[in-house]
Each structure stands twice: as structure tokens, then as C-alpha cells.
């Protein structure tokens, strides 16, 4: 199971472009609502996410969460003690964790990606503290997966679809997608 969590002012790009990939790939994925049940994009899209965040139950059928970027919606996002919460749950049990745009500056500022090659949007990177910033679209370092912008919300899905499906699938999806 993937969550894809959506904060107030949330990237539609950089969240919605991973769901189809991941969704096209046969993943069961599931949007949050941190905000709300219909939550606006940074571009003034409402977008109904699945279920609210009082809603969300994390156990051992979630893979992954996703943090999409965006302003305000990074800051919404970690402002949030149940993302908080989701996010301690899934690095204590061993479980995909990803960011994409300015949302990686949320894991930093935990400590998570001290150490770890990891990219961000690069007015953000000076947020990543101790990371090995790479300026790649998407870097996967052990159970964290980080993009760099709108512009990689592809490569990001695709990453992200490596992580749990394996490359080949990955492939499959992109060529059937005319990506790659």
C-alpha cells in the first residue's frame, strides 16, 4: 500500500504524476488528505484525496508514503504531527520513505538524510544539512527516495516504482507510457 500524502497548497505535479505511475504499475495507492478531505493544489487545483488523515492506519500492508512539495504544502505537511508520526512509524518499520521539490527538507530536518544521497529543489538545499546532495531528478539511498522537482515528478515515480516493483516493471510502465 502507498500513501501519497496532500497538505494545502501541495505540487499537483509532483504528487499526482507518481500516483498514475505507480497506479499504471499495479500499486494500490491512496491519498491523504492532511488538510482536508478536498485539498487545493499550489496551482489552485482541487484535488479529493481518498481519505482524510484521521483516517490513515499504517501496518504491515504500507510500502511507501509519499511527501509531494509545493508551498505552502511542504510547510502543511511538516507541521503535521500525524505526517510526523507517519514518517517515525515507517523508518521504524523499516518502510519506504520519499520527497520530492522542497518536501526532503522535512527528512532533513529530522536527520534522516544525514549521510545519504539525497536532491531537492535546489533553492532547498541548503535545508538538507548532512545529505550527499546529488542534483540528480530522483536518488534512492537505502529506504529513502528524494526528487527534485516538477520537473522529475517522472523520474521520481519511476524510482519509486523500482523501489517496490523492481526495474523491469519500471521500464514497462515508462515504454508503455512512451517516457523512455
Known amino acids: 500500500m502507498v500513501y501519497v500524502f496532500l497538505a494545502e497548497g501541495f505540487e499537483i505535479v509532483e504528487a499526482l504524476a507518481p500516483v498514475d505511475i505507480m497506479t499504471r504499475a499495479g500499486l494500490k495507492v491512496i491519498t491523504v488528505g492532511?488538510?482536508?478531505?478536498?485539498?487545493?493544489?499550489?496551482?489552485?487545483?482541487?484535488?479529493?484525496?481518498?481519505?482524510e488523515?484521521?483516517?490513515?492506519?499504517?501496518?504491515?500492508?504500507?510500502?511507501?508514503?509519499?511527501?509531494?512539495?509545493?508551498?505552502?504544502?511542504?510547510?502543511?505537511?511538516?507541521?503535521?504531527?500525524?505526517?510526523?508520526?507517519?514518517?517515525?512509524?515507517?523508518?521504524?518499520?523499516?518502510?519506504?520513505?520519499?520527497?520530492?521539490?522542497?518536501?526532503?527538507?522535512?527528512l532533513a530536518h529530522k536527520?534522516?538524510?544525514?549521510?545519504?544521497?539525497?536532491?531537492?529543489?535546489?533553492?532547498?538545499?541548503?535545508?538538507?544539512?548532512?545529505a550527499v546532495q546529488t542534483g540528480e531528478q530522483a536518488v534512492r539511498d537505502g529506504k529513502f527516495i528524494t526528487g527534485k522537482g516538477a520537473g522529475a515528478a517522472f523520474d521520481f515515480g519511476f524510482e519509486l516504482v523500482t523501489a517496490l516493483c523492481g526495474s523491469d516493471i519500471a521500464k514497462e510502465v515508462a515504454a508503455k507510457m512512451q517516457c523512455r
Open 34 to 51: 492532511v488538510t482536508g478531505k478536498t485539498v487545493v493544489s499550489s496551482c489552485g487545483v482541487p484535488v479529493i484525496a481518498d481519505i
Open 53 to 106: 488523515i484521521g483516517d490513515l492506519v499504517l501496518d504491515d500492508k504500507a510500502e511507501l508514503i509519499v511527501l509531494p512539495g509545493g508551498m505552502p504544502g511542504t510547510k502543511n505537511l511538516e507541521a503535521s504531527s500525524a505526517v510526523q508520526n507517519a514518517i517515525d512509524y515507517c523508518v521504524e518499520h523499516d518502510i519506504f520513505v520519499s520527497a520530492i521539490c522542497a518536501a526532503p527538507s522535512i
Open 111 to 130: 536527520g534522516l538524510l544525514d549521510g545519504k544521497r539525497a536532491t531537492c529543489f535546489p533553492s532547498f538545499a541548503t535545508e538538507l544539512n548532512n
